[in-house]
């Protein structure tokens, strides 16, 4: 059985906890978050003919108060960061984590997440400046369900040929 | 001589070519003499290596290089120790004087908890049980202590990768029925790390320091750290201190066998599989204190059961003795109390009860002063007759002796005459005196007697007058009696009738005992 840690990063209020309420059943309640700062959950996925755990470690959102604690990310296979499409703020923050995250744990596959894309008409986030960091990207809407199973497919596929090329022969 | 001859003209030959050989090769020669000494000069090649060395064992990161080192630095390591310890000593004492700091406050705790439980326990009703078990089966009191006073179960193990939260290996005890049915331990595992985690961040920042118990109610979750994994137990109850060695111990094992695979865990759980035994050996418990009671209840009742039965039929008989004892001591009271009777000798044989005294005909029937519930067949007596000086004894018998002389006495009368005769008047003082005697010796034991003058007469003459007569003749005699000095409350005049046959059978001189008038005295004791 093979288990991946995955962390759910972002701006306060991008909609991290809806995507994960999306994607899986939970047991503990959402006052985790609030209290110890993280919230997990479970997924089982199926990408090819390999079946992937994956632990969604829903981390609480940062803001100018509360930082990101970064030693939650300890061990993750790989992260989400999610940016609200109706604000801009959200995906500076997004790329300022992703440097943080990749000085803290070196480089880790990750996908960014352009969420509340039922709101398209209201977002202030350009599809141009998006593009030119070149990183792999979804819209998702957590309320209307679209696009939020493709991306954690897509993540788990890439944390899979990470894990492929590790167990390559080195000698 | 020859060969110097050839060898001049060796040198002479390779003249030119040595010059050939330098023109072409000048420059190159010179670095091939500079590249020749560095390989031959071990010291240079020293410093070669030494230039590249570090970069070289990062490269060869693998296992192969650490396989290769580890002898030497085996080796190395006690070189070091046998030729200055000190260095090493000092180099690990800040690791290992926390560890021991931490080892001997945890060992002082455990025997703080059992020490405090032992205090609370020793004066029940289950420490007596206790330390009946301990005698019987020979083991020392504080082992069966806590063999008996800890219940708890271990009913989930949860082997945890520690970086990153994943669960590597999970076991659980098969669950009981009351027990809550098991959550995602995956999910459990990952919010253990992560609980374990905040509370490093909210309570101290030193890195070794780890969150170790955790506690709600009934259940709490035991704790052991290595360096890249966690070993966590879901305890039922109270768990003990050794629980915590025990689980400390599997996770060395652990670490030490599966390091490789724990260091370059990349989510792939099959490697673990392997370390099932291990972390069910740690699904320990104490059995429930009810389950062991329903087992041993036979046995319980044969404990305590017969000698409580024995106690009790040894109490009741003893009580029983005590009060057939007192009974028996009370009768011979009694009997050595009563006027007339001396008890000169009184023993329990057996069953029997042996009396052995003197005894006034007169006094009280010993057989009546038996309490309720001594048989006269459990008592032998042997008397000795005697005559008591006893007052009231002495008194009884003086009535008697009058009385049987009262009796014999008795007027005679002519034929049909009731005049008490001349020469019988001598009986009316004689007798008188004896009632006054009688009276006065019932008056002192506290009776009343009455005396019967009883009228008789012979079969001659008719029936009518002869009644007529018998009673004027019983009349008269106490009339006498009474001018005499007798109370007359105490004589009652009667007219006895004699069988006529008796009378009319005796010849005439004797036909004077009909015509009498004879005493007999009623209400002696």
Request: with cysteine; proline share 4%.
């Amino acid at each position: 059985m093979l288990k991946k840690k995955i962390c759910m990063v972002g701006e306060f209020g991008v909609g991290k906890t809806s995507l994960v309420r999306r994607f899986v059943d939970s047991i503990f309640s959402e006052r985790y978050l609030t209290t110890v700062g993280v919230k997990i959950d479970r997924k089982d996925v199926t990408v090819g003919s390999a079946s992937v755990t994956l632990m969604l470690w829903d981390l609480a959102g940062e803001d100018e108060l509360t930082p990101l604690n970064l030693s939650h990310l300890r061990g993750a296979s790989g992260y989400i960061l999610v940016v609200d499409g109706c604000r801009a703020s959200s995906l500076k923050k997004a790329v300022e984590l992703q440097q943080r995250i990749a000085e803290r744990l070196g480089p880790l596959p990750f996908v960014l997440v352009l969420n509340k894309a039922d709101l398209r008409d209201l977002w202030e986030v350009k599809d141009t400046v998006v593009s030119e960091y070149g990183w792999p990207t979804f819209e998702t809407s957590a309320k209307a369900g679209s696009g939020v199973e493709e991306m954690f497919l897509a993540l788990a596929a890439s944390l899979l040929s990470v894990n492929a090329a590790a167990e390559d022969p080195i000698e | 001589m020859p060969t110097d001859g050839a060898g001049k003209r060796a040198s002479s030959d390779d003249q030119p070519l040595t010059e050939l050989r330098a023109i072409l090769l000048g420059p190159d020669r010179v670095a091939w003499d500079a590249l020749r000494q560095r390989l031959e000069n071990p010291s240079r090649r020293a410093e070669d290596v030494a230039g590249v060395l570090a970069e070289a064992v990062r490269l060869r990161s693998d296992v192969k290089l650490r396989r290769a080192l580890q002898p030497l630095l085996e080796e190395a390591l006690q070189l070091s120790v046998q030729s200055n310890p000190r260095m090493l000593a000092d180099a690990l004492f800040p690791i290992f004087g926390k560890a021991i700091r931490k080892a001997i406050t945890s060992e002082l705790d455990g025997m703080l908890q059992a020490l405090s439980q032992t205090l609370e326990q020793s004066f029940s009703w289950r420490s007596i049980e206790w330390r009946w078990e301990s005698f019987r089966t020979g083991k020392p009191y504080a082992e069966i202590v806590v063999l008996r006073s800890l219940l708890y179960r271990v009913e989930q193990v949860f082997l945890i990768h520690r970086n990153s939260g994943l669960l590597l290996e999970h076991v659980a005890a098969p669950p009981e029925e009351a027990s809550p049915e098991t959550k995602d331990p995956e999910m459990i595992s990952g919010m253990l790390t992560a609980i374990q985690d905040f509370v490093h961040d909210s309570v101290s920042g030193a890195e070794s320091e780890n969150l170790e118990a955790i506690r709600m109610g009934d259940v709490g979750v035991v704790l052991a750290y290595g360096p890249d994994a966690i070993l966590a137990g879901f305890v039922r109850g109270v768990a003990p201190r050794k629980l915590s060695r025990v689980f400390q111990d599997a996770l060395d094992g652990i670490e030490q066998k599966k390091a490789e695979a724990l260091r370059a865990f990349s989510g792939d759980t099959a490697e673990f599989d392997s370390c099932r035994p291990r972390l069910e050996a740690c699904l320990v418990g104490q059995g429930k204190a009810e389950k062991r009671r329903s087992g041993s209840w036979t046995a319980r009742l044969l404990l305590f059961g017969v000698p409580a039965l024995l106690l009790l039929a040894l109490v009741g008989w003893w009580i029983y003795s005590a009060a057939i004892e007192r009974r028996w001591s009370d009768f011979a009271h009694r009997l050595a109390n009563e006027p007339g009777i001396v008890l000169t000798h009184a023993e329990r044989r057996g069953s029997k009860f042996v009396v052995r005294g003197l005894r006034d005909p007169l006094a009280a029937d010993p057989a009546s002063l038996l309490p309720a519930g001594l048989g006269l067949s459990n008592v032998e007596f042997h008397w000795e007759e005697y005559h008591s000086l006893a007052p009231r004894l002495a008194a009884q018998r003086r009535i008697s002796e009058l009385k049987d002389e009262l009796e014999k006495r008795a007027f005679g009368f002519t034929t049909g005459s009731a005049q008490i005769l001349p020469e019988e008047r001598f009986l009316v003082e004689d007798v008188g005196s004896r009632m006054l005697a009688l009276s006065q010796a019932a008056t002192a034991l506290g009776k009343t007697i009455r005396i019967q003058v009883r009228g008789n007469h012979d079969p001659v003459g008719s029936e009518k007058f002869n009644s007529a007569l018998a009673r004027t003749r019983a009349e008269n005699v106490r009339l006498a009696l009474i001018a005499f000095g007798v109370p007359s409350d105490i004589l009652i005049a009667v007219r006895e009738d004699l069988e006529k046959e008796t009378c009319g059978a005796v010849a005439e001189e004797e036909r004077m005992v009909c015509r009498s008038a004879s005493f007999r005295v009623v209400g002696v004791p």
